[in-house]
């Protein structure tokens, strides 16, 4: 069984440019999360999806991020026009269940975002 | 607000130690605690999930316990080994909702 997926690994953008990271999540999972990690802070929430309905979306920083989940099946995020701080690893989570039930999470390698 | 501490932040031992790693949360209504592994350049791997209701989780030279009450949970590591080099986190699920609340994490660091 394949896990979370996340693509792009790396990815090097100037300041006001736009920068979109997906997320393949392990099938079957109705869940999804994004959190993001900037340099030497915690690991932090984003948004949760449940299918494609954002069940959770408190860590959204501002509005210049969108995430999509359209379909439940992949996801996407959009950062436009990124900033410096939003460097960081975006890591996308995927689990089975719901509400009470949701269970153990499972990540991807993460997308290492770097805005100059 | 929920918030996720873990002491000590770095940690250096020598290969075959049994080593501690702790965490402890400020509000004691969790649904589960997992740990993670995060080798450099790496996602999180999975180690032990406990929920709200076991005090402990084993998984080979891996055991955590979890005491709720006292908000604290710890990572025993027996005979370590220089491939246990890596970050690991520790998180916390509150009752409501389906995020996890990250501590910053320890390096572990076992020398040959």
């Known amino acids: 069984e394949a896990g979370v997926t996340q693509f792009p690994s790396h990815s090097v953008i100037e300041k006001g440019q736009t920068v979109t990271l997906r997320c393949d999540p392990i099938?079957?999972?109705?869940?999804l999360y994004w959190y993001r990690r900037v340099m030497g802070k915690e690991i932090k929430f984003l948004l949760h999806?449940?299918?494609?309905?954002?069940?959770?979306e408190s860590g959204m920083p501002n509005n210049r991020f969108l995430a999509e989940r359209t379909g439940g099946t992949y996801s996407t995020l959009k950062v436009q026009p990124a900033e410096l701080e939003d460097s960081g690893v975006y890591f996308c989570?995927?689990?089975?269940?719901?509400?009470?039930?949701?269970?153990?999470?499972?990540f991807g390698e993460g997308s290492r975002l770097t805005v100059l | 607000k929920q918030e996720v501490t873990q002491i000590p932040a770095a940690l250096s031992v020598p290969e075959g130690e049994n080593l501690v790693l702790n965490c402890s949360f400020t509000?004691?209504?969790?649904?589960?605690l997992q740990w993670f592994r995060q080798d450099p350049g790496k996602g999180l791997t999975s180690l032990l999930l406990?929920?709200?209701?076991?005090r402990e989780q084993t998984s080979g030279r891996l055991n955590a316990s979890l005491d709720k009450s006292s908000g604290r949970s710890t990572l025993y590591i027996a005979a370590s080994q220089p491939g246990d080099s890596a970050t690991y986190l520790c998180?916390?699920?509150?009752?409501?909702?389906?995020?996890?609340?990250f501590g910053q994490g320890t390096e572990l660091s076992v020398k040959p």
């Open positions: 099938s079957g999972h109705d869940n």
């Open positions: 999806f449940v299918k494609e309905s954002k069940q959770d």
């Open positions: 406990i929920q709200s209701s076991q």
């Open positions: 509000d004691s209504a969790i649904y589960n």
């Open positions: 998180a916390v699920r509150p009752r409501q909702g389906g995020k996890l609340i």
């Open positions: 989570a995927s689990s089975r269940g719901q509400g009470a039930n949701t269970g153990e999470l499972f």
